[in-house]
């Protein structure tokens, strides 16, 4: 699918069970090979994304049994029942893998490499290169600039008390997983809380970890042990139909079973600053992952100020506020995002780009951006340089304006393989 034509839509209504949480399966599949005996999986996003970290545990030994899209049963090899892998490892355009696999792959006894696509391969791994060594891995840059491929050679490691310069998942999970290598207890500081997804799911397998304020501590365990894992859908990609219908002038849409994890819920903070009308239904706050259905109706929205700490809990879910900022009342402004420079692609300068090919009024700032909103505005051509979450933001923007026409579509399989179906579901 080299681009797809978005027309204008009357009307959005339905109910949509988002695809599995992405960061939940990755880890789902990493820690239930880690442990002894069988992991039960269900709500498994089989994304591309996801299906590099299965591919990669499968090259190490571990046996993964599909029982359908969405539930498998990972038969696990013990924390150090890994094999070396006869090739390289791929990891595609996954970042999550190659942060989370190298700390798993640090303590190992054996030696790997590591690869991902042209866009992953672009991608700053010296955030995570720099703890590791600390611990005593050995872990290098084959191309010495501090992306991948990686080259690791497995060491004993030593623990550490880590202050991380950057409010990252993949950085702390990738730090806490060596963490289960390592003599001592490791730590990890954060400069503001980031999703908490590795500490909520490594004591469901015996891991024995502990969370104080902004700080999280790996305590080694003998061996963790297999579990049964229910994945709630992904609140990034329901963000897309979450601001979708605040925006269209005609929306009623229900999303079941949705995560609302207090470190990745920021989307739901900014709806509400900006007036969206929704509420939440059946929520379950137990153990693991607290999930709701959320149901979310036409809004009159307005700007916002978005910055600081909530900025690591929506950072994903940036390119679709903006979007949506771009159709509410008055000015919208995000700071703090400096992140978005080195995801898949420069989101903040991709999102100011196709935004004022649409006729919006931005202008880009060092760390974000400032949106006039309420502008009328066109369709156009979108640029996504490959990266899904542009995909998907531009394409709601289409269902208002009409006549958008997004390049490259098919990326979207990253991380929603079905978004374009379900899409057109709400629109029937």
Do not use: W
């Not at 995570?128 to 050679?153: F, H, V, W, Y």
């Not at 024995?208 to 365990?221: C, E, R, Y």
Request: glycine share 8%; aromatic share 4%; proline share 4%.
């Amino acid at each position: 699918m080299s681009s797809m034509k978005i027309d204008a839509v009357s009307h959005l209504k339905g109910t949509l069970c988002i695809p599995g949480d992405k960061s939940i399966s990755h880890r789902s599949v990493m820690l239930g090979s880690l442990a002894k005996g069988s992991t039960h999986i269900t709500g498994f996003l089989p994304s591309a994304d996801c299906l590099a970290t299965m591919d990669c545990m499968e090259k190490m030994g571990v046996t993964i049994d599909r029982l359908s899209e969405n539930e498998m049963i990972v038969h696990g090899v013990g924390l150090h029942g890994l094999m070396k892998p006869l090739d390289t490892l791929n990891t595609c355009n996954s970042g999550t893998t190659t942060r989370l696999l190298s700390g798993i792959l640090a303590g190992q006894d054996f030696n790997c490499r590591i690869e991902g696509d042209e866009s992953l391969s672009s991608r700053p791994m010296g955030r995570i290169m720099t703890p590791l060594r600390m611990m005593g891995a050995s872990i290098q840059s084959e191309k010495d600039n501090n992306c991948a491929p990686l080259l690791i050679k497995g060491s004993p490691l030593t623990a550490i008390h880590y202050n991380s310069p950057v409010a990252s998942a993949q950085v702390k999970s990738c730090v806490l997983l060596a963490g289960l290598y390592a003599k001592g207890n490791t730590s990890v500081t954060e400069p503001a809380l980031s999703r908490d997804h590795t500490e909520r799911m490594l004591p469901m397998f015996g891991g024995n970890i502990s969370v104080n304020g902004l700080t999280s501590t790996v305590t080694p365990v003998d061996e963790l042990f297999g579990t049964d894992v229910s994945v709630p859908g992904d609140i990034s990609s329901a963000a897309f139909f979450l601001c979708a219908a605040a925006m269209h002038p005609d929306a009623e849409v229900r999303l079941e079973h949705v995560g609302i994890n207090p470190t990745r819920d920021g989307v739901l903070r900014v709806l509400k600053a900006m007036g969206a009308d929704f509420t939440l239904e059946n929520e379950n706050k137990g153990l693991g992952e607290p999930c709701a259905d959320i149901i979310i109706r036409s809004s009159k929205l307005h700007g916002t100020v978005i910055e600081g700490d909530i900025i690591p809990t929506l950072i994903d879910e940036i390119p679709m506020i903006a979007v949506m900022a771009a159709f509410a009342e008055g000015e919208t402004i995000i700071r703090d995002a400096a992140e978005l420079k080195v995801k898949e692609t420069d989101r903040l300068a991709l999102i100011t780009e196709n935004l004022k090919n649409m006729g919006c009024d931005i202008t880009a700032t060092e760390d974000g951006m400032i949106i006039r909103g309420g502008k009328n505005l066109h369709g156009t051509t979108i640029k996504t340089l490959k990266d899904h979450r542009m995909a998907m933001a531009f394409a709601i923007a289409g269902l208002i304006t009409g006549d958008q026409n997004i390049m490259d579509a098919s990326c979207v399989d990253v991380s929603y393989p079905t978004f374009f179906e379900e899409l057109k579901s709400l629109c029937q």
